[in-house]
């Protein structure tokens, strides 16, 4: 570790010594001031201009990191949200719709992150870009599901995608095959910023590519960098002049975050007259969910906090379903003016996310990010509604993808509902073990998608592979013990069984 970060640490861990702290940090900025003008100057005339913005966003994050210390949230001023601050789903949906909802729907613009890649599921390229269902991708899904409104409604619903560098040349190439929709598609940018050494707090990027062995010298900072990124693409000012008032926006894997009618309406026309600024959709945890983002109360202002914020003696606290009950789907519903006005006064304050990364070679590095859902103690009048679990459908590994792909959901225009077969309106726990991560493999050991309606509870680990038809029931546990392998026969049916051992059907 260099001297100065050393100091620094030091420095940072001691009171009163605030004299001292201020002249490190100001060496600390110099370095890095002096790193990025040297990465600058090898930009060429094309890259210069949006290589700068990146770099002075970079740098006002940079500073702001070495400002803080600590867990960024006082535990003792955190308060559960008053009651109407957070207002029950059903209460908006009575409301009913209007006639004209034809011209709110005119007003707002679909946002999707689509940022990320594929990798966490064995995949190349943008995740947005894996087939979910019946060969549709994410992307396809989205875009059918815009074009029926548009189609229902006769409006123009514009959809806008948030790429990074990681993903916009493979999304734009894609984006030819939705010409003769019924969507507008627009994309910008996020930011490229540089990863530094967790030891020196210096840059690894000697320079500005960020192609072959560079790539790991950059990264897309988190969705927090929508409301910059967006700004500075000019494609907000362009979406205000159109005459358009709020955006919507998801995670483009979350395959329950459509266009939801009664939501636009209380944000059009509130029933109060005043007009929320910002909306946080949030849904009731359960045990699988109590690492979520969850709303409170924080200097009489809704804030989001995240896990890794929470100081370290309270995080079984933070993760109690009976204190916080609900947690941030990432389904918001924001006013363009707002993000306009607060993005021009330098006004959007978000916690900065410390994310630790260890690259191939075994260098450690640290890439400060932040998310978009923090920014909502900056806005004003802000909401959370509480939405039914279906508007969260993630689909982040293979077990969520044999969910979605499974007879537990209807496909009609894009939109995924569950079935109506289904007793229970809860999604069953299922748990693949490493042989499914990768889609690839996932895919070569289901022959096909089991009958999963009367299902709770799957577990499979091992080497298993699924016949045709197979029918899973109840609670069904498949354990192949290292070595062995099990095949579940054609026509099988599993109804409340463990499975274990070594079973291969063989052909005769």
């Known amino acids: 570790m260099s001297a100065l970060v050393k100091d620094f640490s030091k420095a940072m861990s001691q009171a009163g010594s605030s004299q001292f702290q201020e002249v490190i940090r100001q060496e600390l900025e110099y370095s890095m001031k002096v790193e990025l003008d040297k990465i600058l100057a090898t930009a060429n005339s094309n890259e210069i201009e949006h290589t700068k913005k990146d770099l002075e966003g970079f740098k006002k994050l940079f500073h702001r990191f070495l400002q803080e210390k600590g867990p960024s949230v006082d535990w003792g001023k955190i308060q559960r949200p008053p009651e109407d601050s957070i207002q029950p789903y059903e209460k908006i949906k009575a409301r009913g719709l209007p006639d004209n909802i034809a011209s709110d729907l005119n007003k707002l613009v679909v946002v999707k992150l689509n940022g990320g890649l594929g990798t966490s599921m064995g995949c190349k390229g943008p995740k947005s ?55 507008k598609i627009y994309t910008f940018n996020q930011s490229r910023y540089p990863r530094i050494n967790k030891e020196t707090l210096l840059p690894i990027a000697k320079d500005v590519s960020y192609s072959g062995e560079n790539t790991e010298c950059w990264y897309p900072p988190g969705h927090g960098d929508i409301y910059a990124s967006f700004y500075n693409s000019g494609l907000l000012d362009n979406l205000i002049a159109e005459g358009k008032e709020y955006i919507f926006v998801s995670n483009i894997d979350n395959l329950g975050a459509t266009v939801d009618l009664y939501i636009l309406n209380h944000l059009m026309n509130p029933p109060n007259g005043k007009r929320c600024e910002f909306v946080m959709e949030v849904t009731n945890k359960t045990r699988a969910d109590v690492k979520g983002g969850t709303l409170t109360q924080y200097e009489n202002k809704l804030r989001l906090v995240e896990i890794a914020q929470v100081p370290k003696a309270h995080v079984d606290e933070f993760k109690s379903v009976s204190k916080f009950k609900i947690f941030n789907t990432n389904n918001l519903w924001i006013a363009l003016s707002a993000i306009k006005r607060l993005q021009e006064k330098n006004a959007i304050d978000m916690e900065i996310i410390v994310n630790p990364k260890t690259l191939d070679g075994g260098l450690n590095v640290i890439q400060l990010e932040t998310a978009v859902g923090a920014a909502i103690k900056s806005f004003e009048n802000s909401l959370g509604i509480n939405v039914p679990r279906s508007r969260f459908l993630p689909v982040k590994t293979t077990s969520d993808l044999l969910l979605v792909m499974s007879n537990l959901y209807s496909l009609n225009a894009g939109s995924l ?10 999604v069953p726990l299922v748990k693949l073990g490493s042989s499914f991560t990768k889609v690839q493999d996932y895919l070569r050991r289901f022959e096909s998608i089991p009958d999963m309606l009367e299902l709770d509870h799957l ?50």
Not at 131 to 160: A, C, M, W
Not at 171 to 178: E, P
Not at 417 to 426: A, D, I, Y
């Open 129 to 183: 870009l894996i087939g979910v269902r019946n060969e549709n991708t994410f992307l396809d899904l989205t875009v059918q599901q815009i074009e029926h409104l548009n189609k229902s409604y006769n409006t123009d619903v514009p959809l806008v995608l948030m790429n990074s560098f990681n993903t916009d040349d493979d999304t734009k190439k894609i984006l030819q095959k939705y010409s003769h929709s019924r969507v």
């Open 459 to 508: 577990t499979v680990s091992g080497d298993v592979t699924f016949g045709k038809n197979v029918s899973l029931k109840g609670t069904v546990i498949i354990i192949a013990n290292h070595g062995d392998r099990i095949d579940i026969p054609a026509g099988a049916l599993l109804e409340n069984k463990i499975v274990s051992g070594n079973l291969r059907i063989l052909d005769h």
């Open 417 to 426: 509902t569950m079935s109506e077969k289904r007793e229970f309106p809860t």
